[in-house]
C-alpha cells in the first residue's frame, strides 16, 4: 500500500531556532496535508496544500507541495514552547474514497 | 461544544468484553473514518463509516471485530469486539466537516486499556 516517510521522527531544538520536517512518497498525491497532535488530543490541521509547486504560509508554519507530488515539507520559524507537539504529514489520493495516509510522525521538543 | 465529540474519552475494559465508541459531528457530514493509533505510532486507518450502507474496511481489519454503524450523517459508532491487550490503543474518529478538500477533523480520541 501507499506509505509516506516522514523525516526526522525526532528533534530536539531551542526556542527561537526554526524547524524543518518533510514527508516523501513513491506515490503520486492530490493533496498534502499537515497536521499537529498534542498528548491527549486528536490531530488538528495546520497547512493543507492542493497544487504541485504551491507554496503556503500560516503565521510561522510554511509549507510546500513538491512539484512531483511525490513529498512536502513543513518549516517552523522562530520556535516556542508551545510548537512542542507530534507533527504528521499527510497524503490523499482523489477518487475513490479520498482516504488519508499519515507519515509516521515528527516529534519535537523545544527547550526554553 | 466540540465540532467532533467523542465518547468515552478513555476506558479500561476486561479482556473478551466489547466497546462501543460514539462519535458526533456538529454538522452534516459526508465521509466518517475511524482510526486506531497504537502508542507512539501514527494513524492506522480502520474503515470508512458509509451513511445507510456498510462500512468499508481497511487490510487487516474486519466487521466482526470492528462492527461500525453510520445511522445518519452526524452520528457513528465503533465497536470493539471481543478485546485482548493488543486492542489497547486510541481511536479517533474523523469527518469532512468543511469538505475533503480542506482536510478532515479529528475528534479527541478514545484512549482504550485493556487488562
Known amino acids: 500500500g501507499q506509505q509516506l516517510n516522514q523525516s526526522p521522527q525526532s528533534m530536539f531544538i531551542q526556542e527561537g531556532e526554526d524547524v524543518s520536517m518533510n514527508c516523501t512518497s513513491s506515490?503520486?498525491?492530490?493533496?498534502w496535508l499537515w497536521y499537529k497532535q498534542d498528548p491527549g488530543e486528536g490531530p488538528v490541521l495546520l497547512i493543507a496544500?492542493?497544487?504541485?509547486?504551491e507554496l503556503t504560509s500560516n503565521g510561522r508554519l510554511t509549507a510546500q507541495f513538491g512539484i512531483t507530488r511525490k513529498d512536502s515539507f513543513l518549516n517552523i520559524s522562530a520556535s516556542i514552547p508551545s510548537d512542542v507537539g507530534i507533527y504528521f504529514c499527510?497524503?490523499?489520493?482523489?477518487?475513490?474514497?479520498?482516504?488519508?495516509?499519515f507519515g509516521k510522525g515528527t516529534k519535537l521538543t523545544v527547550n526554553p | 461544544s466540540a465540532v467532533i465529540s467523542q465518547k468515552p474519552s478513555r476506558d479500561i475494559c476486561q479482556r473478551g468484553t466489547s466497546l462501543t465508541i460514539q462519535c458526533q459531528v456538529d454538522?452534516?457530514?459526508?465521509?466518517m473514518f475511524w482510526y486506531r493509533q497504537q502508542p507512539g505510532q501514527s494513524l492506522t486507518l480502520i474503515a470508512t463509516?458509509?451513511?445507510?450502507?456498510?462500512?468499508?474496511?481497511e487490510s487487516g481489519f474486519v466487521i466482526d471485530k470492528f462492527p461500525i454503524s453510520r445511522p445518519n450523517l452526524t452520528f457513528s459508532t465503533l465497536t470493539v469486539s471481543n478485546m485482548s491487550p493488543e486492542d489497547s490503543s486510541i481511536y479517533l474518529c474523523?469527518?469532512?466537516?468543511?469538505?475533503?478538500?480542506?482536510?478532515?477533523?479529528f475528534g479527541s480520541g478514545t484512549r482504550l486499556t485493556v487488562v
Open positions: 474523523s469527518a469532512d466537516r468543511q469538505g475533503a478538500r480542506n482536510g478532515y477533523t
Open positions: 506515490s503520486i498525491f492530490n493533496t
Open positions: 496544500l492542493y497544487k504541485a509547486g
Open positions: 499527510a497524503g490523499m489520493t482523489q477518487g475513490g474514497s479520498e482516504k488519508l495516509v
Open positions: 454538522s452534516q457530514v459526508t465521509m
Open positions: 463509516a458509509n451513511q445507510g450502507s456498510e462500512a468499508t474496511y
